[in-house]
C-alpha cells in the first residue's frame, strides 16, 4: 500500500482516521529496507518559493 504525500483526499471518520495513523506510524517506526533507502520523486523537489 502506498500514499502519495500530495494526495488531498481526507478520511472524515474519525475511527478509520486513528487506524489509518497507527499504521503510518507502525511503518514509521518499523525497520524496512524500504524506509532506509529513498529517492526524491519529480513532484518531490525543493523548492525554495514553499
Keep these: 500500500m502506498s500514499y502519495n504525500r ?8 474519525p475511527i478509520l482516521l486513528a487506524l ?3 499504521e503510518v506510524i507502525a511503518r514509521a517506526t518499523s ?6 533507502s ?3 520523486k519529480p ?5 525554495s518559493d514553499l
Design 6 to 13: 500530495l494526495d488531498d483526499r481526507t478520511i472524515d471518520d
Design 20 to 22: 489509518f495513523h497507527q
Design 31 to 36: 525497520y524496512s529496507a524500504d524506509n532506509i
Design 38 to 40: 529513498y529517492t526524491i
Design 43 to 47: 513532484d518531490e523537489v525543493y523548492r
